[in-house]
């Protein structure tokens, strides 16, 4: 637009300047910034006072399934009823993050109770134990202890694998409280525990700083000699751990020898 003096009879008048005004007042162009977007059509609405009750959905959600098992639940007493408690979902702390579950199984007072983090998944996602190949090399294992894996007691510290594959830390204690249930119920001689977590559940410290000496779970009113070593699975990646592995085999003997 050009400005001159001949524009200026077409210039608009005070009632349109006016109006004009009125409109940009309407609309806040003669504000500096709005903290929210509005609409000129829309009703005024009240703004509703937030109360300390006022949560979303989704935390609520949350905060009850977190609630659920922030105390210890009470576990049967009986092996044969507790092992039946653990075959229901709805009793289960990992309910909500797998799909699959596994049961433990074994004989009570084993000589060995073997102890892994979780299950392994096999046949398009079916949870079991330890996979086909885990499984030939726990058996080996065994036998090299001078019993099989069918006189043992096994079990996963979570009995059913989480999508992502890691036991989330909330979940760490009330998984680890059940263990223990279950192990002063089968009463076995020693434990062997597979894998970096199940150290850190059980003893607070890594894979690597864990093997390097007998250890001893304390449950109950009883304490159970143990060992750490490598998971089937790493072994089966990394067969030049496998002369590790039997090096913390033979702690149990020298604890037999004891």
């Known amino acids: 637009m050009i400005f001159s003096e001949k524009n200026n009879a077409n210039a608009p008048s005070s009632t349109d300047i006016a109006s004009l005004q009125h409109w940009w007042s309407l609309a806040g162009v003669d504000l500096n910034y709005a903290e929210t977007p509005d609409s000129l059509l829309k009703e005024t609405i009240q703004p509703k006072a937030v109360t300390i009750d006022d949560q979303p959905a989704?935390?609520?959600?949350l905060q009850e399934e977190t609630a659920v098992f922030e105390d210890t639940p009470v576990f049967p007493n009986e092996i044969g009823a507790f092992l039946q408690w653990l075959q229901k979902p709805e009793n289960l702390v990992e309910k909500s993050s797998a799909r699959e579950f596994v049961v433990p199984e074994g004989q009570v007072e084993p000589k060995y109770m073997l102890v892994s983090a979780m299950p392994e998944t096999v046949n398009q996602g079916v949870a079991s134990h330890f996979s086909q190949n885990s499984s030939v090399l726990?058996?080996?294992m065994m036998k090299a202890l001078g019993t099989e894996?069918?006189?043992c007691f096994h079990f996963p510290l979570a009995l059913g694998r989480p999508v992502d594959g890691r036991i989330a830390k909330h979940r760490m204690k009330p998984l680890l409280d059940r263990a223990l249930h279950l192990i002063a119920l089968i009463r076995p001689e020693r434990i062997i525990l597979f894998g970096d977590t199940v150290s850190h559940a059980f003893f607070g410290e890594d894979l690597l700083t864990a093997r390097q000496k007998k250890q001893f779970i304390n449950h109950s009113s009883s304490k159970t000699e143990a060992i750490v070593t490598f998971h089937?699975?790493?072994?089966?990646a990394r067969p030049e751990l496998k002369t590790e592995a039997w090096k913390d085999l033979q702690q149990l003997t020298r604890i037999g020898a004891q």
Do not use: D, T, Y
């Not at 989704?58 to 959600?61: N, P």
């Not at 089937?232 to 089966?236: E, F, K, T």
């Open 58 to 61: 989704s935390m609520a959600k």
């Open 138 to 140: 726990v058996q080996n």
């Open 149 to 151: 894996l069918e006189q």
């Open 232 to 236: 089937p699975r790493i072994l089966l």
